[in-house]
């Protein structure tokens, strides 16, 4: 593997975001340091049988890779010929030989798009090595005497029926690859679904969206227990605002006769009638002539009876004077 820095301080030994060329990987979290840790041995080639070109310093492990710096032995001249062609970048490759106990996996979590070969979940770190051509048959070497054999991941890893494959929306010769696609898109669905019930009770907010759904994606059924019990919250209901009181309806006057007789102390112009004065609802056809007119004219467009009472009425009155 290429160096991790211009410098070409520390390298990467393995990354588990890869696949080597026995289409499997080894997964950084399950290496066991701790062998190596007590005697981290820095090789050329995985060649065991020869002395060590010198030893690995802060070996750590960092978001899926395993890093170490170089320091090759000063005191052998082999081991700083290849720090020369080191420094001058005519070798550039690392690899790490593992060793027993040795665990498989075909864990869909476990496997990348294309893989082939089961991934090692667990193994023990034994040396570490510079290498000329990294991920070829050398550069992952087993340590021990027995030969490690990765198994092959064929449709028996995955134990599916044709049923089960029928309710995936695949045909019954569906490869591990889409086998492995479509259970990735249906988890990814779940994953929605949680998150959109989470947002509904407020545990999930445009800001927090993101990290949710990383938690969400790495322990979902925690997640969504957790979604479930929360309680939901409470909506209050906005204050209806109170109706307008309703003035009673005025009385429906069909005459101007009518109108004088509910208001006939009311003056026409809105005032009230001067003390003395006779109600309105009592005027003759000579006081309506003299004090409002126009009230009379009403009276004959919208009540000619009572006008034709009125002037009957004048008449009378007219013709006894002597």
């Not at 890093?67 to 010929?81: I, K, R, S, T, V």
């Not at 010769?173 to 998150?195: C, M, N, Y």
């Not at 407020?202 to 990290?211: L, P, Q």
């Amino acid at each position: 593997m290429a160096t991790d820095t211009p410098q070409r301080k520390s390298i990467v030994l393995n990354d588990e975001a890869i696949l080597n060329s026995y289409s499997s990987r080894v997964m950084t979290a399950g290496i066991d340091l701790v062998r190596f840790l007590k005697n981290p041995v820095m090789l050329f080639s995985h060649e065991r049988h020869k002395a060590p070109i010198g030893k690995w310093t802060n070996i750590r492990k960092e978001g899926g890779r395993l890093l170490a710096d170089p320091e090759f032995d000063a005191g052998d001249a082999e081991a700083m010929e290849l720090k020369r062609k080191w420094d001058a970048g005519y070798l550039n490759g690392a690899s790490i030989g593992v060793g027993k106990p040795i665990k498989f996996s075909a864990e869909i979590d476990h496997l990348l798009p294309g893989q082939e070969a089961e991934s090692i979940s667990h193994s023990v770190l034994y040396e570490a090595s510079i290498v000329s051509v990294p991920s070829n048959e050398d550069c992952l070497s087993f340590a021990g005497s027995a030969v490690v054999t990765i198994p092959t991941l064929t449709r028996a890893n995955f134990t599916m029926t044709e049923e089960q494959l029928q309710l995936l929306g695949l045909s019954a010769d569906a490869s591990p690859d889409q086998i492995t696609a479509e259970l990735k898109r249906l988890r990814g669905v779940e994953v929605e679904v949680a998150l959109s019930a989470a947002e509904a009770k407020g545990i999930v907010t445009a800001d927090n969206k993101e990290s949710m759904r990383t938690v969400a994606t790495a322990d979902l059924a925690t997640f969504s227990a957790i979604v479930q019990a929360a309680p939901v919250p409470s909506v209050v209901e906005p204050a209806k605002p109170e109706a307008p009181k309703q003035e009673p309806p005025a009385p429906k006057v069909k005459t101007l006769t009518e109108l004088i007789r509910i208001h006939g102390t009311v003056s026409p112009h809105g005032g009230n009638t001067a003390k003395g004065d006779k109600a309105r609802s009592e005027w003759t056809f000579s006081d309506y002539e003299r004090k409002d007119p126009d009230a009379l004219l009403e009276i004959k467009r919208n009540d000619p009876n009572r006008y034709d009472e009125m002037c009957d009425e004048y008449a009378t009155q007219k013709s006894a004077r002597p």
